[in-house]
């Protein structure tokens, strides 16, 4: 099964609010989820950000796969860096 880290719009017309979601990526948009990793509320000023971070880097390390959107979050988060730190180490660890 091929999962996607991706935004679930909710809230209400005009004031979207996403939940962070792994769902397995047939799935449709607003539809069924394995598991919320985190929050995104894009109408304040600034962005609130919330993703759990042993979440994300579990499901990362899984071979779930980011949306373009859930990429950059997850690279304003500090996330991503520390994802690709732990895949360097080991990698070399490794050799």
Request: aromatic share 6%.
């Amino acid at each position: 099964m091929a999962t996607r880290i991706r935004l679930k719009r909710m809230g209400m017309k005009k004031a979207p609010f996403y939940r962070v979601v792994v769902a397995d990526a047939r799935a449709p948009r607003d539809g069924r989820f394995i598991e919320e990793i985190g929050t995104y509320n894009p109408v304040k000023d600034p962005a609130i950000i919330e993703i759990n971070e042993e979440k994300a880097l579990r499901w990362l390390s899984n071979g779930a796969t980011p949306s373009d959107t859930v990429k950059a979050l997850l690279n304003k988060a500090g996330i991503l860096q520390k994802w690709a730190d732990q895949k360097a180490g080991q990698k070399s660890a490794e050799a």
